[in-house]
């Protein structure tokens, strides 16, 4: 129906219905948007979309040394191959052939001369199939002139190969305090790497358009930084590139840089060929050829006294960073921020060696470097509480940050204003029966020679907000149309952790409307320009409030022009239940949004968030790099086999605070997918290269990511009731992103304790990560090595 001006009938007060309920779109457990399409295959991903009749297929030939000169590189039988279009060499890029998010220059695209890695693209050829590129592709007469390589932590740490300068932190003088106190430990552990295992590999369709532009679809969780590069590798403005991103199939931080690169081979194929180009990496390609996450050396220098509480440490970080940086250094950090873990300790020196190897350039991977930092803390506690006799808990709970007061300051000088983890702590060691368990599992234990059990509570703060400062911003458009329907648009991406649902949640909640009244839509660097990666588990605290404001704009307008039109004062207008009510009148949110309209109202705003609060210096390493933390606690229970050195998770129990969870059925997914997810990097997941430094797990046949099997048979997870953030974040809500991988760390620790079990208890394993059969069979079995 259309509205005539000056005569609005839903304004009659007889149709004014008072009872309208408030429609609770935040706070709810609405399910996942694409939940349907995921489960019958009719969500689009990028391989999906339907292909233009002129697309060419590209795919890569890589390098099989791990460092070498190229003499001499033979494409003529690849040229010559049927169906075959071009092929692409360094040589060929008109702009700049470089991947380095951090503008270090320091990746190329296709190697130059210099091969740094097994694995490293070389070449890509263009053809009619896919199939017919890659057969190609191994035609290549590829010669080289073998480098000596460094293929491991301790070589680089011993030659000084570094990506980036070591980095220092320290509070105190750590030296003198070790020297005093009343006991000492010291010790090593190693944590391993992480392949990223997204389901949807690394792809990318690349569109030519008018005038040299070119539109790329990828699966990336940083769209423009993709635009920028492939920009850059075109020697074109960035607006001559596009980037749309609907979404990705699992990225985990394997997408934040690592998409790049095939999206630029991408955008130069389609540029030069005058077709449409994709690129799908297979499996094996994609692991040996993108980053993973970092594996460390971790050793430590601990003094503490009879009780348990820690007065000084020495901690040492070696990380494996691959050929360049990519997000090294950012990751270096947090690990060092999180070495603290829960505790408060007084005397501190973390020494952080970035090391250059001759392997992939490692990357962004859940936890971005902090879960490696609390393994290296959780172990230490275990190895304290080990030799004092003592419940690792009561360790755990002694070295717990204060809520208040000088022990409640970080080594980087960050005031903890937000500790509930003596809350948290309380309720699950009673909710999980801890104590009782802890007490049955000894009488088991001592009973059974072959299958030992063991027990772990562990605490997790993980500090959300991007370490470097400028990148916590965030943008968004919102358009209402004349229907009142409404387009929903902002820089975050969704990888499957139902970021867009809950943005969806807060503009729906804003305007009042039903939530299938907002339109989600693909991300696109053409809507909002200039964004960070949707990473660090920041993407719900910034996109949530870049589109409130938006949404808020809009509404602003609105409430004028009500009042206006209807001589009523804003105070007494309201949005409620798809309705908008002006003291005794009420009309439709679809009719306010056409009156307006016909009003020449704006119905079309942006909305632009900076996380307030936060700085960091990185010269002297203090400052108030978060905002606020995400805590969380986790008691797990295994069962370990002395004879084949399998381990079985038996049962898990989950607090988490998410503070005001705007939608409990995603956090828990997040919960159960992270704590999942954390448990395969420190039980089953193992990377291994072999003497030349080819990765040899490269597939699902010898790479065990965890499955439903390795679900513990009693999984319980709860939200923590009481949660509320203290900072003024999106309807006070906290990240849950990464978090919750760290509260693995206790299946980590429970393995600990049941080899110690078998051991006779005083002597700490030295149980690296992952924790595989193998590993524990070497542990029970020290002798043998
Ligand atoms: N959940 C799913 N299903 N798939 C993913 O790829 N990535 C994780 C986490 N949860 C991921 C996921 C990582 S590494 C981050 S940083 C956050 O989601 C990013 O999303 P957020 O900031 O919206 O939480
Ligand atoms: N987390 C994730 N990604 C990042 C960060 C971070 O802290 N800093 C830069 N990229
Ligand atoms: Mo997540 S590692 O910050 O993409």
Redesign the pocket.
């Given at each position: 129906m259309g509205l005539r001006m000056g005569s609005c009938p839903m304004l009659d007060p007889e149709n004014t219905n008072r009872t309208r309920q408030k429609i609770q779109n935040v706070f709810s457990a609405v399910t996942h948007d694409s939940a349907g399409k995921h489960v019958s295959g009719t969500a689009l991903y990028v391989d999906d979309l339907p292909e233009p009749g002129n697309l060419l297929h590209c795919y890569i030939g890589t390098s099989e040394y791990a460092h070498a000169r190229i003499t001499n590189m033979d494409l003529s039988a690849t040229r010559q191959y049927k169906g075959v279009i071009q092929v692409l060499t360094a040589g060929d890029i008109p702009g700049s052939n470089d991947i380095s998010p951090v503008h270090l220059h320091d990746e190329p695209v296709l190697a130059d001369g210099l091969v740094q890695f097994a694995g490293q693209p070389l070449f890509a050829v263009l053809a009619e199939t896919r199939s017919i590129a890659r057969q190609a592709a191994q035609l290549a007469k590829v010669e080289y002139e073998e480098l000596p390589a460094i293929l491991d932590i301790e070589t680089a740490l011993a030659d000084k190969s570094f990506v980036l300068d070591p980095h220092i932190l320290q509070r105190g003088d750590t030296q003198s305090a070790l020297a005093s106190a009343p006991r000492r430990l010291q010790g090593e552990v190693t944590t391993g790497g992480q392949d990223h295992f997204?389901l949807e590999g690394q792809v990318s369709m690349a569109l030519p358009g008018e005038d040299g532009d070119v539109l790329i679809l990828t699966s990336s969780q940083h769209p423009s930084e993709v635009q920028l590069l492939v920009a850059h590798s075109l020697g074109k403005p960035v607006n001559a590139v596009t980037v749309e991103v609907r979404r990705?199939g699992?990225?985990?931080?394997g997408k934040e840089t690592q998409a790049a690169q095939w999206a630029i081979i991408a955008a130069l194929l389609a540029d030069t060929s005058g077709c449409p180009v994709k690129i799908r990496l297979d499996r094996d390609d994609d692991m040996c050829s993108t980053g993973k996450r970092h594996d460390f050396l971790i050793r430590y220098d601990v003094g503490y006294d009879a009780d348990g509480r820690i007065q000084a440490i020495e901690f040492l970080h070696a990380l494996r960073c691959g050929i360049s940086a990519d997000l090294s250094g950012p990751i270096a950090d947090r690990a060092m921020f999180h070495s603290d873990n829960a505790y408060y300790l007084p005397n501190i020196k973390i020494a952080s060696y970035r090391c250059k190897t001759n392997t992939v350039s490692n990357t962004?991977?859940?936890g971005f470097g902090g879960p490696q930092g609390m393994v290296g803390i959780e172990r230490v506690i275990d190895a304290i509480a080990q030799q004092l006799g003592l419940d690792p808990l009561a360790v755990r709970r002694l070295n717990l940050y204060d809520k208040d007061g000088k022990r409640s300051i970080t080594p980087y000088r960050m005031k903890i204003r937000d500790n509930v983890l003596h809350e948290l702590l309380t309720e699950l060691e009673e909710s999980s029966g801890y104590q009782q368990r802890r007490r049955q599992i000894e009488a088991f234990n001592r009973h059974s020679p072959v299958i030992k059990k063991g027990i772990a509570l562990t605490p997790a703060k993980f500090g959300i907000s991007f370490t470097t400062t400028f990148l916590n911003q965030a943008g968004a458009l919102v358009h209402v149309y004349k229907d009142g329907s409404v387009h929903l648009n902002h820089g975050?991406t969704e990888?499957?952790?139902g970021?867009m649902i809950k943005v969806a949640q807060v503009v729906a909640e804003e305007f009042q409307i039903d939530l299938e009244r907002v339109k989600i839509t693909a991300t696109n660097t053409g809507k909002v320009p200039n964004t960070s990666a949707?990473?660090?588990?920041?993407?719900?605290d910034m996109n949530g409030m870049a589109a409130r404001a938006a949404a808020r704009k809009i509404k602003k307008r609105l409430l004028k022009f009500v009042s206006k039109r209807f001589d009523v004062d804003k105070s007494a207008i309201s949005f409620v239940d798809n309705h908008v009510q002006a003291g005794e009148f009420e009309m439709s949110f679809a009719e306010l949004a056409e009156a307006a309209w016909l009003a020449r109202i704006s119905l079309s705003a942006t909305g632009f968030y900076r996380t307030p609060k936060i700085n960091y210096d990185p010269q002297t390493s203090t400052g108030r790099p978060f905002l606020y933390f995400a805590y969380g606690a986790a008691v797990s229970e295994v069962e370990i086999d002395c004879l084949t050195g399998e381990s079985l998770t038996t049962r898990v129990d989950i607090l988490y605070d998410v503070g005001k969870s705007l939608n409990p059925a995603i956090d828990i997914g997040?919960i159960e997918?992270?704590f999942i997810q954390g448990a395969g990097w420190l039980t089953s997941e193992e990377l291994c290269w072999d003497s030349k430094g080819r990765l040899t797990t490269h597939a699902p046949s010898t790479y065990k990511i965890p499955t439903i099997g390795d679900t513990p048979a009693s999984f319980n997870v709860q939200i923590w009731k009481k949660g509320r953030n203290r900072e003024k974040t999106i309807y006070r809500s906290k990240?849950?992103?990464?978090p919750p991988l760290m509260l693995a760390i206790s299946v980590h620790s429970a393995i600990n304790q049941a080899i110690a079990s078998k051991l006779g208890g005083q002597i700490l394993p030295a149980l690296n990560t992952p924790a595989t059969p193998e590993a524990i069979l070497t542990c029970l079995h020290p002798k043998e090595g």
């Open positions: 997204y990705m699992g990225a985990f931080g962004a991977f859940r975050g990888m499957g952790q970021l949707t990473a660090a588990s920041a993407g719900t997040q997918g992270g990240a849950i992103g990464e």
